[in-house]
């Protein structure tokens, strides 16, 4: 083979290479952005079976403390992942949901709408989108009520859910013509001790997790879930 032929064939071959890396840059860039686009809906599968699940606080949460310290303009920015189901404007319609505007402090499921109906449904819920209601609907809506028609996994990032459902409500509570929905008080820095003869509560009052009763085999050691201490014996002084 002459020189001039092993030359083409370098050739080919280094810009065969150099097309494949470029290619491999273009569709990175476009699947990238194509996958931004959709996230957020399209799953209306919560991952809540999973033992990786969302961090789901269960205790109480401080609404007076979480939306006293939101940031409305990201709470509105977090409604591009509503837009395509709800309408935010006054005297808005539907559109496959029902419209927002007014929501906090909205009796549940009470508008003209098709809601769900049944067990586990909205019509079922009693009560008014509270801070709290709105809070564990939106982090979980197939949790709050499995039955609902509402097809979005929620606002459950482990790292940043909270906050942007905060910073989501403290925009919704703006979005009525009267006053919003007063926050409730804040919680206590710390549960103190019982001063009197109150019952206290029998082990911080938590309740397990869902899932997170798997008992262990006897004799595994059970790390990082000790056994219940044995409680207090009253009255046997
Ligand atoms: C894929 C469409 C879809 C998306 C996305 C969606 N929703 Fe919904 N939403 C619905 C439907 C449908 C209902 C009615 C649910 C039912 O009846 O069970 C609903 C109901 C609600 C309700 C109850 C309203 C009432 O009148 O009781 C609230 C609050 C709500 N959505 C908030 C949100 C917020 C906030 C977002 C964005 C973070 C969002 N939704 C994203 C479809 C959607």
Not at 3 to 28: P, R
Not at 55 to 78: C, H
Not at 134 to 159: H, I, Q, W
Not at 201 to 211: Q, R, S, Y
Request: with cysteine; aromatic share 8%.
């Amino acid at each position: 083979m002459s020189d001039l032929g092993f030359n083409k064939i370098a050739f080919c071959v280094l810009g065969t290479g150099l097309m494949v890396i470029g290619l491999n840059e273009v569709s990175h860039a476009f699947f990238h952005t194509e996958h931004h686009a959709k996230a957020g809906w399209d799953v209306p599968v919560a991952e809540v079976s999973s033992g990786t699940g969302p961090a789901i606080v269960e205790g109480p949460r401080d609404y007076f403390k979480l939306i006293s310290e939101a940031d409305v303009e990201a709470g509105k920015a977090v409604t591009a992942k509503c837009v395509q189901c709800h309408k935010f404007e006054a005297g808005a319609a539907a559109l496959q949901g029902p419209p927002l505007y007014g929501v906090v402090g909205r009796d549940i499921a009470s508008l003209g709408f098709k809601y769900s109906t049944g067990t586990g449904s909205l019509s079922e819920k009693e009560g008014v989108w509270d801070y709290e209601h709105l809070d564990r609907f939106l982090e979980n809506p197939k949790k709050y009520a499995p039955a609902t028609l509402m097809s979005f996994v929620g606002l459950n990032s482990r790292s940043t859910g909270q906050r942007d459902r905060a910073n989501l409500m403290a925009y919704l509570r703006t979005l009525t013509p009267g006053e919003p929905l007063p926050l409730p008080a804040p919680l206590p820095e710390v549960a103190p001790a019982p001063a009197d003869g109150a019952t206290p509560p029998a082990d911080g009052a938590t309740p397990p997790a869902d899932g997170a009763a798997t008992p262990a085999a006897p004799g595994t050691p059970a790390s990082g879930a000790p056994a219940t201490p044995a409680p207090a014996q009253p009255g046997q002084h």
